[in-house]
């Protein structure tokens, strides 16, 4: 089984920014996307960006061009660089792996704890 581990969420203001970073305890497929997601209270989760094995990237409308994804093959984590943050950009996020379904990535594995990222003044 593979176990993720999120981490750098925090408190941020508008307009600000944070990197996320996601730890997987092993890489089963190496043909997997890896990718973000995030919650937001009383939503559904929803799929932020993915990043192929061949680093091929593909976001949300929402956040094109303020959100970068980033992967490390031998490292075994995939990053979130998120600028120019906004209030509707608070959420829990997580990341996970799969294959790519649709042309979007479906998650494989069992979610982790996720990390809290708030947006406010």
């Known amino acids: 089984q593979v176990q993720f581990v999120e981490s750098g969420g925090g408190l941020v203001q508008p307009g600000g920014s944070l990197r996320l970073s996601c730890a997987a305890s092993?890489?089963?497929?190496?043909?997997?996307?890896m990718g973000w997601y995030r919650q937001a209270p009383g939503k559904d989760r929803e799929l932020v960006a993915h990043?192929?094995?061949?680093?091929?990237?593909k976001y949300r409308d929402s956040v094109k061009g303020r959100f970068i994804i980033s992967r490390d093959n031998a490292k075994k984590t995939v990053d979130l660089q998120m600028n120019s943050l906004k209030l509707e950009d608070t959420a829990v996020y997580y990341c996970?792996?799969?294959?790519?379904?649709?042309?979007?990535?479906?998650?494989?594995?069992?979610w982790g704890p996720g990390t809290q990222v708030t947006v406010s003044s």
């Open positions: 990043i192929t094995a061949f680093n091929s990237t």
């Open positions: 996970n792996m799969g294959p790519l379904a649709g042309g979007a990535l479906r998650p494989f594995y069992p």
């Open positions: 092993r890489i089963v497929n190496r043909l997997h996307a």
